[in-house]
């Protein structure tokens, strides 16, 4: 029997499962506020070498992300040997606990001033090992509970949670730093930015403790009854045809890694890269940092941050939701990839050019310059927005076949969290070179930026197959045909 998907209990498991997604916006975007506090806390008392100190904050800031790495790496056998759920409460505890830890990095046992680093890198570390399984284990939820017709819009769900984590975050970043001076902000206001992301990680530990298991997870543990059970209560097919289709692919409960050729990993793992080396999370990361290199001031820089990257991001993000199971994967990363390529170029140039106009044009030619450059931000955003922000998500969770999913899925965002911290690790080195700067005035990053959006076109234009309106299991099949011709 055909059911209607139950869509109230599908978008109600979808919102909570989002509050993953909702952590990975709010822990992106909250250090960016706290970048100079960090600088002028644990860094600046070192008095060490330009490169040195620029190493060591660009560190501090991007730690986080090696945990990133090992949080996506290890929630593959966390999802496979304890469920989906119950990894993403693990993340929502470890990341309370870290929020406070990292906000108050000498409260239980660490020592205070500069000292107090090698803690906080622990604290920071640790909330990154939560945001890596979170970012895995969102998505793959969401896509395990979805109907087929809507999977693309409710994954897109978890984009819209990460810009919307995004988004309050730099208002609450704003919010604090207005609370006093700048004075206020070295010294207390960044501790406060920190530790408010124990709020949005206690909603997901609640949440998390309500909500069902995944029919596919349950089938894997053979708990067949319990998974015919929740098909039924979500609809959108019939159960009984939909729990052999699973069955079917789960023969091996888990096969070896290569089970369906080198393709799938491959693509994979380069979508998750160049999601990160066209440069966003340099924009995401440095934001209210780029604005007063433009010439802003640092209140104008906080609140720029949150209306033309918060706001661009979530509305355009909409757009993903209602485009992508009508248009298609493909289509959004491509035209994404080359709006993304003509803003970071233009970008990059322009922050010459605002040198120039600077020296030669005057307090208007600069600001001319700069208001023009804000302009190929938010472009940027918008194009990163509708295409490899939310649909990267929806094919990392569609591409895997069941029978290796896990541990394929764990190997690319783990990828996406290396790359991820090799641009936020070096974007500080090139924007901070004195070389580079009298050469570029911090344009040199955004053109490197810009060729990686180029060859991500490329490479989803030859590599990527469209997976819109099919269902999991026949997603499987398309890599099963790549590699029949090798055997």
Not at 199 to 215: D, N, Y
Not at 347 to 352: A, N
Not at 402 to 423: D, E, L, R, T, Y
Not at 427 to 448: E, I, Q, R, T, V
């Amino acid at each position: 029997m055909v059911e209607r998907p139950n869509y109230s209990l599908v978008v109600m498991l979808t919102i909570a499962a989002t509050l993953g997604g909702l952590l990975f916006g709010y822990d992106t975007a909250v250090i960016s506020g706290a970048t100079d506090a960090i600088t002028f806390n644990f860094v600046a008392p070192r008095h060490l070498a330009e490169a040195e100190a620029n190493t060591l904050s660009g560190f501090a800031i991007g730690c986080a992300l090696l945990g990133c790495v090992i949080g996506a790496a290890i929630a593959g056998p966390i999802s496979t040997r304890w469920g989906r759920k119950t990894g993403l409460l693990i993340a929502g505890v470890l990341f309370f606990v870290s929020s406070l830890g990292a906000g108050y990095p000498e409260f239980l046992f660490g020592p205070h001033g500069p000292d107090a680093l090698p803690f906080f890198i622990f604290y920071r570390l640790m909330g990154g090992t939560a945001i890596g399984m979170a970012s895995m284990l969102a998505p793959m939820y969401i896509a395990e509970i979805a109907p087929p017709s809507t999977r693309g819009l409710l994954v897109t769900f978890q984009q819209i949670a990460i810009v919307v984590g995004i988004n309050l975050v730099y208002f609450v970043n704003y919010f604090v730093q207005s609370m006093g001076n700048h004075d206020f902000l070295m010294n207390t206001g960044w501790r406060y930015m920190l530790a408010s992301a124990a709020i949005p990680a206690t909603l997901l530990i609640v949440f998390m403790l309500i909500v069902p298991e995944t029919p596919r997870y349950l089938v894997l543990k053979d708990r067949t009854a319990e998974a015919l059970a929740l098909l039924k209560r979500l609809g959108g097919g019939d159960p009984d045809v939909t729990l052999g289709e699973i069955k079917a692919t789960l023969v091996q409960h888990t096969r070896p890694l290569l089970s369906f050729g080198w393709l799938v990993l491959i693509v994979g793992i380069m979508l998750s890269v160049f999601q990160q080396v066209i440069g966003i999370n340099a924009v995401l990361y440095f934001a209210p940092h780029m604005f007063q290199n433009m010439g802003a001031s640092q209140n104008e820089a906080y609140l720029e941050s949150a209306w033309f990257v918060g706001v661009t991001m979530t509305l355009f993000t909409l757009v993903a939701t209602v485009t992508v199971d009508r248009v298609g994967r493909k289509p959004l990363l491509i035209w994404g990839a080359a709006i993304m390529a003509v803003a970071m170029i233009t970008l990059g140039t322009l922050f010459d050019i605002h040198a120039v106009s600077a020296t030669v044009g005057g307090a208007a030619g600069s600001a001319s310059a700069s208001y023009i450059a804000i302009g190929a931000v938010v472009v940027y955003i918008i194009g990163f927005s509708f295409s490899w922000g939310p649909v990267t998500w929806v094919m990392l969770s569609e591409i895997f076949p069941n029978s290796i999913k896990g541990q394929a899925m764990s190997i690319a965002v783990a990828a996406q969290w290396i790359a991820n911290f090799v641009v936020s690790q070096t974007f500080p080195m090139l924007d901070g070179s004195s070389a580079l700067n009298a050469a570029f005035n911090h344009g040199f990053a955004y053109w490197l930026y810009g060729a990686g959006a180029v060859l991500a076109a490329l490479f989803v234009m030859r590599f990527v197959p469209e997976t819109k309106q099919r269902s999991l299991e026949a997603i499987e099949s398309l890599w099963s045909v790549a590699r029949a011709p090798a055997e």
